[in-house]
């Protein structure tokens, strides 16, 4: 933190109802989810002056926080996709540390599953075709099968294996056994992955994110009003964000991702290396981004991500435990799931994680640093946020 400037912690976190809710809006996600952030904090509704929020509404995002009575002196409404919630809290750090706002929250609820469940869109996400997508466009070029090329290159490059890839499943489903509000808990084993239908060669349908709705929100806030809240602080130690491109002409290297910019930022800031972490939220809405987010964020080197992750390294019990409410192969994806991965990491180092689910350190006591990595589009964007308590 620059000299003169105030420390912000993270105060308030809380999910929504999570999972299959046909009846509810996602209006009514993010008030529930803000609420309950706000109750978590300990501090009053009043002392919010911030507001960030995307992917709803005509004026995002005005017109949510009208919805949840907020005027706020200071908003922001990036939407690059799902880093997009890393990279809002990195603004709100920012802001908050220079004094243009006291309290800032975060807020974010879908109802992708119920939307789709009830014929109000389909399961496509259109990115529109123009600009530099027409290019792109006619071929018919899917978002995952963007992600899928770029599992196979990895492959072919470095000697990746379907059972790497497949495996991350499988200790994702691990962790989600321990949360009794993830969507899948039944455990998997490698065979079991690979011998479902294929989505986009080499992504079988396990290892692709589930659809459900639900929503969550964090609340930042100056260092001055920590002592006022109900539970100790998780510190915003450093951010990093990054874009790469939106065609995949224009992608140099399909096996390098933003995090590699905006992790060097991140841990540069907190001062600390990625060896110091104890527990990693990665986005993963397929198997392939959590094996090269670990690759770019430090943790082993180029192409080593799938030997890195193997013999239940990324589980509750693992030498660093990935994703550990299940992420968003097993727990929940509504769409955007970046939030989610702050939520998770501030949970894991107030050490309030469920039993069987809660990392411990070799002296019994929860993690100190964590990170949440969020991408955005198909590696567009990245967002890298360092947590630490005290």
Not at 35 to 50: F, K, M, P, Q, T
Not at 160 to 176: G, M, P
Not at 330 to 351: I, K, N
Not at 360 to 389: D, K, Q
Request: glycine share 12%; proline share 5%; with cysteine.
């Amino acid at each position: 933190m620059t000299p003169g400037k105030r420390k912000v912690a993270v105060v308030g976190v809380a999910l929504s109802d999570c999972g299959r809710l046909d009846t509810v809006t996602p209006y009514a996600l993010h008030a529930l989810a803000a609420r309950r952030a706000v109750a978590d904090s300990g501090l009053d509704r009043s002392l919010v002056d911030g507001f960030a929020s995307a992917g709803l509404g005509t004026l995002a995002p005005i017109d949510v926080a009208e919805y949840l009575g907020l005027r706020p002196t200071w908003v922001d409404s990036t939407s690059v996709g799902g880093s997009t919630w890393e990279v809002m809290a990195a603004h709100a750090a920012d802001a908050i540390a220079a004094g243009h706002a006291n309290a800032v929250l975060l807020a974010y609820g879908s109802t992708a599953r119920a939307d789709i469940k009830a014929g109000r869109r389909t399961a496509g996400l259109p990115f529109g075709a123009r600009g530099p997508a027409q290019f792109e466009a006619p071929y018919g070029h899917t978002l995952i099968a963007k992600y899928a090329m770029a599992a196979r290159r990895h492959m072919h490059q470095y000697g990746t294996t379907l059972e790497q890839l497949a495996d991350i499943a499988v200790q994702t489903r691990a962790n989600a056994a321990h949360n009794p509000y993830a969507m899948y808990r039944t455990p998997l084993t490698v065979d079991e992955v690979l011998g479902g239908p294929v989505i986009a060669d080499p992504f079988t349908r396990l290892q692709c994110c589930i659809r459900s709705d639900g929503g969550c929100a964090v609340l930042l806030a100056a260092e001055e009003y920590v002592p006022d809240t109900a539970k100790p602080p998780v510190w915003i130690a450093g951010t990093g964000t990054a874009v790469s491109h939106t065609t995949m002409s224009e992608w140099e290297d399909f096996t390098t991702t933003p995090a590699t910019v905006s992790g060097r930022l991140a841990f540069g800031r907190a001062g600390v290396t990625p060896q110091e972490i104890e527990v990693a939220q990665l986005y993963d809405a397929f198997t392939y981004m959590t094996l090269v987010t670990l690759e770019d964020l430090g943790f082993c080197a180029k192409g080593e991500g799938g030997a890195f992750a193997a013999r239940g390294r990324l589980t509750i019990g693992g030498d660093l435990p990935v994703n550990t409410d299940g992420g968003g192969l097993s727990a929940c994806h509504p769409g955007m799931r970046g939030l989610f991965l702050l939520v998770e990491a501030v949970r894991q180092l107030r050490g309030e994680a469920e039993e069987g689910r809660q990392v411990r350190t070799a002296g019994g006591r929860p993690p100190r640093l964590a990170v949440a990595s969020g991408t955005g589009g198909w590696f567009c964007s990245s967002g890298t946020v360092i947590l630490a308590r005290d």
